[in-house]
């Protein structure tokens, strides 16, 4: 059984930065690509940003050039670096592998 647990959401001021994070185990971390989603409320879950087993990265346009994904396959972690927030990068954040989901942290970008 997989396991993905994330941490690092809260609250930031806009044009500040979060970093979250997502460990995984019960699987071969390496071997699989790893994916942020995020949900914002009233709208549907949208992806964020991916990273492959080979570290070939893609990003929403929303996001790209602000948002950076990286893995530690030594650690079975996932990263998230989020840069120039934006009130409308308001969201629960979910880390995902195949078909299994972290429970979410929360990002909330206001002044």
């Known amino acids: 059984q997989v396991q993905l647990v994330e941490s690092g959401g809260g609250l930031v001021q806009p044009g500040g930065s979060l970093r979250l994070s997502c460990a995984a185990s019960g699987s071969i971390f390496s071997l699989n690509a790893m994916r942020w989603y995020r949900q914002a409320p009233g709208k549907q879950r949208e992806l964020v940003a991916g990273?492959?087993?080979?570290?070939?990265?893609n990003y929403a346009d929303s996001v790209r050039g602000r948002f950076t994904i990286s893995r530690d396959n030594a650690k079975n972690t996932v990263y998230l670096q989020m840069n120039s927030l934006k009130p409308e990068d308001t969201a629960v954040y979910y880390c995902n592998q195949r078909g299994y989901w972290g429970k979410g942290p929360l990002v909330t970008v206001s002044a």
């Open positions: 990273i492959t087993s080979g570290g070939d990265t």
